[in-house]
């Protein structure tokens, strides 16, 4: 059974950092495609950054791009997201999901096979 499971959320004043982990299991990801998404109240899902494989390009939103970094470690089949100057608009629920289907955008939540629960980012002012 595949599963990704996110950890490292929590509240955090404005300018500070946190660093989101999300550990699989089930099957290696190296080769995959990984994605952070995020969530705030009353808002649909929005893509944050990805990554098409481990060492492979990497990807920001607009919002995030010199705020957050995506990597992964191979060896522990694990992908981070390290947030930086965080800000209260950063406030989200935000979530992990693995692996693309072949031919769609590493952008779009329906690419992805699969999903962790999600983790808590409280930004306060």
């Known amino acids: 059974q595949v599963q990704l499971v996110e950890s490292g959320g929590g509240l955090v004043q404005a300018g500070g950092s946190l660093r989101l982990s999300c550990a699989a299991s089930?099957?290696?990801?190296?080769?995959?495609?990984m994605g952070w998404f995020r969530q705030a109240p009353g808002k649909e899902r929005e893509f944050v950054a990805g990554?098409?494989?481990?060492?492979?390009?990497?990807y920001y939103s607009d919002s995030v791009k010199g705020r957050f970094t995506i990597s992964r470690d191979r060896a522990k089949n694990t992908v981070y997201l390290q947030m930086n100057s965080l800000k209260p608009e950063d406030t989200a629920v935000y979530y992990c999901?693995?692996?693309?289907?072949?031919?769609?955008?590493?952008?779009?939540?329906?690419?992805?096979?699969?999903w962790g629960q999600g983790t808590q980012v409280t930004v306060s002012s």
């Open positions: 990554n098409l494989w481990s060492g492979g390009s990497t």
């Open positions: 999901a693995g692996d693309t289907r072949s031919g769609s955008s590493i952008y779009s939540m329906a690419a992805y096979k699969y």
């Open positions: 089930g099957r290696s990801f190296s080769s995959s495609a």
